[in-house]
């Protein structure tokens, strides 16, 4: 998960649902409102709640379990397997698989005929295979990489099943819990993308729920959108004083590079590049044949992000043509391709979807008012096809996410009334019973 935006004009927006209990003239009672609240007051939230609180220990040993098993991007497939195992262990559960693109899924049915919801929490981390992703236990934290983000979600998802099973609760949907693949950098997406577009739910999903960790009061309704390249320039090369005056691509990518840091992008919507990674050459005494690097581009907005993709582009062509034109092509032209690394659609999910307002519901509830904002998470994929998508914190406070000093706070009070945050929400958008 990227960095977020978020917005204050949410909190105003909810303000009718206060000052309806504040006394102001009364404003029409938000229907998702009475949902929450008809949930968290009933029988099957309070068992569940209680089922959590009990068996929070097992969600932290889960966490540790899936932790210590390395899932680096396009390398879930143990972790993968451990959490397929974990799921068939659960009875509700049916249509236990893992689909050709590595997610593993598991469906609780519905009463019948209700709308299908996912609930989502992804296996990848940051990680190269080769991390050391022991658990330390410091305080009341747990210390390694990837244990936070998004691991602990996955547990959580699984202390959630246990706990709505033990309250014996029925939901109107059909839930379908999903460990997916490929939501961290060169995933690009690619568990979703299967999920939404090829999987055998695909066009059958009415609602999605994204757990990534914290405790924050924050609704990730807004996807961030990205394009990311790996651009090779490529020249003659040759000896550095024998061939002196030949054409580099190192010069053409100097050139390109600071002809991207010269482009202007919009501060609303929120519009960012960058230059992240570069490399190349032969030897100190050679002029190069290749060089390259691996750009990045996001915005809040398709069309700003598709300026900022064409500018990108030009910048180096840019880079090339000066180069061509400013030393010999007599050995050879240089030359750059630009090969798509990562492609994040841009999405939106209304704040008037009931989704939303049920997430802000939730927390209302809570009494800590929400703030929506906008990142770049495994939601992206539903609301770029105008799916009511939302990211949600799964409960336990998180920290230097993508940081080898990656932790979570175990402290259980916090962490267990934050979690029944996110169940409340999950059991009232699947209509609990
Ligand atoms: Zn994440």
Known sequence: MALKTLALAAVIALAPLAAYSAG????????????????????????????????????????VTLTEIPSPPHGEARRAAAYLAMLKAEP?????EMDAEGNVMALRKGTGGGPLIVVAAHMDTVFPADTDVTVHKVGNELHAPGVG??????????????????????????????????????????????????????GKISAFISLEPGDEAEITNGGVGSIRYHVTFKGPGGHSYGAFGLVSPAFAMGTAIERIGQIKVPADPRTTYNVGVMGGGVSVNSIPNTVWMDVDMRSEDAGALKTLDGQMLAAIAGGVDAENGARSTSRGKISAVSDLIGERPVGMTDPAQPLVRTAQAVFVLAGTPAVLGKSSTDSNMPMSLGIPAITFPSGFKSGRAHSPEEYIDVTKAPAVAHMSNALLLILSVAGAR
Not at 92 to 96: C, N, Q
Not at 152 to 160: D, E, Q
Request: proline content about 4%; overall charge positive.
């Open 24 to 63: 102001a003239p009364k404003a029409k009672p938000d229907p998702q409102v009475a949902v929450v609240k008809k949930v968290a007051g009933g029988k099957g939230f309070k068992a569940a709640r209680a089922h959590i609180d009990a068996n929070f220990e097992r969600i932290v040993s889960d966490t």
């Open 149 to 202: 983000d998004d691991t602990v979600s996955l547990a959580v998802l699984l202390g959630f099943i246990r706990a709505m099973d033990a309250a014996h609760i029925k939901t109107h949907a059909d839930i379908l819990f999903v460990g997916d693949v490929g939501e961290e950098g060169p995933g690009n997406l690619r568990g979703m993308r299967y999920l939404f577009t090829k999987g055998r739910y695909a």
């Open 92 to 96: 509700s559960l049916s249509d236990v």
